[in-house]
């Protein structure tokens, strides 16, 4: 990137290694200069919670406000009807307009740590629902005002689609329609609030193009895209995903513990990468922790651990996670804020197996899985190594706590309910 910005936000995502490719790095640069510029995501609701690989997303968002700016956060209640195609070798579950409010209304939840909403400043943070003008849309007036702008020769040569034809999968009709969609809320957002920037990870860049071209089209408007970088762990693993599932950003779907193990198990190569995209230190700093090396670069993880939780969850969310990481890892004791799995008498009956409290309580997929933990020594039991898969766990030997450890770093406690 040889480009050097006279905008805080544009300077921001440079040097924090937030930018993946922007349609008018100039114009942008120059329209943020001038005064507070609008900006939207877009977030689909195909879950009750976004996970980590949303975070990104957000922090843009979080930066745009800082350095002066409007973030609109658009919720997909139209568009989630239809589904991303995006990148997908299949078709997305089909929601009702139902299962679509529920997810919205856990979705907003986590916003509200990030982005101001409430206060009277000009940069005031906006919250929408594509759903208020797509579900209006009458479709013959859509094909006629709307549908004739788009060439399916080029839609068929976006990399988004073309990945799925190329390999011989079947893309419907109504994915097909998607692009449309979403770039019709550009346009609307441009007529409605002003809306002058669309950001999205580097996959949505044929969305985004999309809107900008149907824009100045029918406004004959001048409006800019910006993309951030589709992020892989060092190891090659797509950002959000761990062993367990999904790194859930609601606190009801995974708890804060859980996602400050998450962050506190960053690879080293991870670490100053990560600190500079999702906490707000200075970048020399994040340089600086980046750069340990040995069992220093651990200090670092939890500087991490606790900044990205804290951003999410509070501070004294972080510092109980930190608290009960130190007493569990550092003391092998049991921690007051590990993930905890309960069982009444009545459930516990004649007794449960070792290997079916290690699936109940996440750390392992499948049976399978436990007994295989279990063989190769990576299981302990109250903090002592345990090999024997056959062994009952009864509601006697639940008269205290039970502490559950899968490796070194993950664990889990089984309690008796009163």
């Known amino acids: 990137m040889t480009y050097h910005p006279k905008s805080d936000f544009m300077a921001v995502m440079i040097e924090r290694g937030f930018l993946a490719d922007c349609t008018d790095y100039q114009g942008l640069d120059e329209a943020l200069s001038k005064g507070v510029v609008p900006a939207y995501i877009g977030f689909d609701a195909t879950a009750k919670s976004l996970h980590v690989g949303s975070l990104i997303q957000i922090m843009m968002l979080r930066w745009l406000q800082k350095t002066g700016h409007q973030p609109i956060t658009l919720m997909g209640g139209g568009t989630t009807k239809v589904g991303d195609p995006s990148f997908r070798a299949d078709e997305r579950p089909l929601l009702t307009p139902a299962q679509i409010d529920d997810n919205i209304a856990g979705i907003k939840k986590v916003f509200a740590a990030y982005i101001d909403y409430d206060s009277e400043a000009p940069n005031k943070a906006l919250m929408l629902n594509n759903a208020e003008w797509l579900d209006e849309l009458n479709y013959l007036d859509f094909l006629r005002d709307i549908g004739r702008h788009f060439s399916v020769n080029r839609m068929l040569s976006f990399e988004s689609v073309k990945s799925r034809l190329d390999r011989e999968q079947s893309l419907s009709f109504l994915e097909f329609n998607y692009m449309i969609l979403q770039a019709y809320d550009f346009l609307e957002l441009n007529r409605r609030y002003g809306c002058l920037l669309q950001m999205g990870g580097s996959d949505q860049w044929g ?160 049976g399978k899985a436990a007994k295989r933990l279990f063989a190769e020594g990576g299981a302990k039991v109250n903090d002592a190594d345990h090999k024997d898969a056959g062994l009952m766990v009864t509601a006697e030997m639940l008269a205290e706590p039970m502490k559950l450890s899968a490796g070194k770093k993950r664990h889990a406690l089984v309690v008796l309910k009163d």
């Open 207 to 366: 969305n985004i193009v999309n809107g900008i071209d149907l824009t100045r089209r029918v406004l004959d408007n001048e409006i800019y895209g910006l993309t951030s970088p589709l992020l892989t762990t060092s190891d090659g693993k797509k950002m959000g995903k761990s062993q367990q599932g999904a790194i859930w950003l609601n606190a009801d779907m995974l708890s804060p513990y859980e996602f400050w193990q998450f962050w506190r198990n960053t690879t080293d190569a991870d670490t100053g990468r990560f600190l500079k995209l999702y906490t707000e230190l200075p970048v020399e700093e994040c340089d600086r922790l980046g750069a340990l090396e040995g069992s220093e670069i651990n200090e670092a993880k939890i500087i991490l651990a606790n900044e990205v939780t804290k951003l999410l969850h509070g501070e004294e969310a972080a510092q109980a996670a930190e608290a009960t990481a130190r007493e569990v890892f550092e003391k092998g004791g049991m921690g007051d804020d590990l993930p905890t799995v309960e069982f009444s008498a009545a459930e516990l009956g004649d007794g449960i197996s070792i290997v079916q409290l290690f699936v109940k309580s996440g750390l392992s997929d499948s």
